[in-house]
């Protein structure tokens, strides 16, 4: 049951993330690496990742699909990595300290829980709950 209620709160997330990325690009585009080519086309197709992946975890009919929508938000949330560090390190250089370590250290610590949790609530992984056989 807490699996399955994970799994809408997670699919909401991306949901709700992917409708941002699309409907306001400006402070996606902000954080984005100085490095990365065509920020505008790569923050909508994120935005259209999200919304894919989301729809791929709850829908009902085919569960290859659901496991692979998870390893896609999976691969997703590592892969924007970069821009979650890029993004707190121009913040934390402000003078300001902008959004400061109480909003930061817990974004860092939460990527890879995402990485996890999507995997799990897609069925693709049991660890840390798995029998191990002898």
Request: charge should be neutral; charged fraction near 10%; include cysteine.
């Amino acid at each position: 049951m807490i699996r399955i209620a994970l799994c809408w709160l997670l699919a909401a997330f991306y949901a709700l993330a992917g409708y941002a990325h699309i409907a306001n690009p400006e402070p996606f585009l902000t954080i984005m690496p100085e490095w990365v080519p065509a920020p505008e086309a790569v923050v909508l197709w994120t935005g259209i990742a999200e919304l894919i992946g989301a729809a791929a975890l709850v829908q009902p009919w085919s569960v290859n699909l659901k496991k692979a929508g998870a390893i896609g938000l999976a691969l997703y949330a590592f892969c924007v990595f970069p821009a979650n560090i890029n993004h707190f390190a121009m913040d934390m250089a402000r003078d300001s300290g902008g959004l400061g370590l109480a909003y930061h250290i817990p974004r860092m610590i939460a990527q890879p829980v995402l990485v996890w949790l999507a995997l799990w609530v897609g069925g693709v992984t049991d660890w840390p709950w798995r029998r191990r056989s002898a």
